[in-house]
């Protein structure tokens, strides 16, 4: 799976070069001291674990960085499955460059690899239930993109990306409008056009945003015998979101509800990195 996102964007080459810039600060006083600035080296990448691959294009990109003819021969694709021990990514180039940029690349890959893995296990714990899993804008600033891009390898379905693709009404909104109806009011009257979505604690709040007229309705913290009420209700006149301490313990009850998505912040929120090694075959 390739990710458009990711090709010929001013905001990865920003990113990348604020990551770089934080590691390398005046120099790598260890690689170029030992180094001989000519040296050319062949390494691979392995992956120590099993799971769902992703970044490896931003780790090209940083490699790039240092040394413009790397040459990248990847054996997986964002969004491949891989197994401990194999090969994820082959490469040459100068060997300064290669070891220099070596955290920063497997930062972004180890990283984005944690979270498609940990997409992937929740998907695949919902197989026969319509439901679709949802990320959040619980994301390390900066981040963001890239934690989207890999919730999408993962097999999940990004949300909004910030505040200003989608409406999302929420208690505090609610208590400074007055009321759901009146929230969602202002909002259609100053945007149009944008989807709305109104966050609901019972099945009263649920009757108000219906009436309202909202296009998602999320079904925060409720039981999971309120929330089938709640679907019932809402049928298919909006789409529905359960959120709220989802956990792998519960979140098939949660989709025997019927809801459309799921939403769980600790996609992105709760990473554990990916174990991937880089080592150098040889140096030449």
């Given at each position: 799976?390739?990710?458009?996102e990711?090709s010929?964007?001013k905001?990865?080459d920003?990113?990348?070069?604020v990551?770089?810039?934080?590691?390398?600060?005046?120099?790598?006083?260890t690689?170029e001291a030992?180094?001989?600035d000519?040296k050319?080296?062949?390494?691979?990448?392995?992956?120590?674990q099993?799971?769902?691959?992703?970044?490896?294009?931003?780790?090209?990109r940083?490699?790039?960085?240092?040394?413009?003819?790397?040459?990248w021969?990847?054996?997986?694709?964002g969004?491949?499955?891989v197994?401990?021990?194999?090969t994820?990514?082959?490469?040459s180039?100068?060997c300064?460059?290669v070891l220099?940029?070596e955290?920063t690349?497997l930062n972004?890959a180890?990283?984005?690899s944690?979270?498609?893995?940990?997409?992937?296990?929740?998907?695949?714990?919902?197989?026969?239930f319509?439901?679709k899993i949802?990320?959040?804008?619980?994301?390390?600033?900066?981040l963001?993109?890239?934690?989207?891009?890999?919730?999408?390898a993962?097999?999940?379905?990004?949300?909004?990306?910030?505040?200003?693709d989608?409406?999302?009404?929420k208690?505090?909104?609610?208590?400074?409008?007055?009321?759901?109806?009146k929230?969602?009011?202002?909002v259609?009257?100053?945007?149009p056009d944008i989807?709305?979505?109104?966050?609901?604690?019972?099945?009263?709040?649920?009757?108000?945003?219906?009436?309202?007229?909202?296009?998602i309705i999320?079904?925060?913290n409720m039981?999971?015998?309120?929330m089938?009420?709640a679907v019932e209700r809402?049928g298919t006149?909006?789409?529905?979101e359960?959120?709220?301490?989802?956990t792998?313990?519960?979140?098939?009850e949660v989709a025997?509800?019927?809801?459309n998505?799921i939403s769980?912040g600790?996609?992105?929120?709760?990473?554990q990195?990916?174990?991937?090694?880089?080592?150098?075959?040889?140096?030449f």
């Amino acid at each position: 799976m390739i990710f458009p996102e990711v090709s010929n964007q001013k905001w990865l080459d920003d990113l990348i070069d604020v990551a770089l810039a934080e590691d390398i600060g005046g120099g790598d006083v260890t690689t170029e001291a030992v180094i001989d600035d000519q040296k050319k080296t062949k390494a691979v990448w392995v992956a120590k674990q099993a799971g769902i691959i992703a970044g490896l294009q931003i780790a090209q990109r940083v490699f790039e960085k240092l040394d413009e003819n790397i040459e990248w021969h990847p054996f997986f694709n964002g969004g491949d499955e891989v197994r401990t021990g194999e090969t994820v990514v082959e490469f040459s180039g100068n060997c300064r460059a290669v070891l220099i940029a070596e955290r920063t690349a497997l930062n972004f890959a180890q990283r984005m690899s944690g979270i498609a893995t940990k997409t992937n296990e929740i998907v695949r714990e919902l197989k026969g239930f319509p439901a679709k899993i949802l990320d959040t804008r619980k994301t390390v600033p900066g981040l963001r993109k890239l934690d989207k891009i890999a919730v999408k390898a993962g097999g999940g379905v990004n949300h909004r990306m910030g505040l200003y693709d989608l409406a999302m009404i929420k208690d505090n909104h609610i208590q400074a409008a007055g009321s759901i109806s009146k929230a969602v009011e202002r909002v259609r009257a100053k945007n149009p056009d944008i989807r709305i979505e109104v966050e609901t604690t019972n099945l009263e709040e649920v009757d108000e945003a219906l009436k309202s007229g909202a296009d998602i309705i999320m079904l925060d913290n409720m039981s999971v015998e309120m929330m089938t009420k709640a679907v019932e209700r809402i049928g298919t006149r909006a789409e529905t979101e359960a959120s709220g301490n989802i956990t792998s313990k519960t979140i098939r009850e949660v989709a025997g509800t019927g809801v459309n998505f799921i939403s769980v912040g600790a996609l992105t929120h709760s990473v554990q990195a990916f174990d991937i090694s880089q080592r150098i075959k040889e140096i030449f």
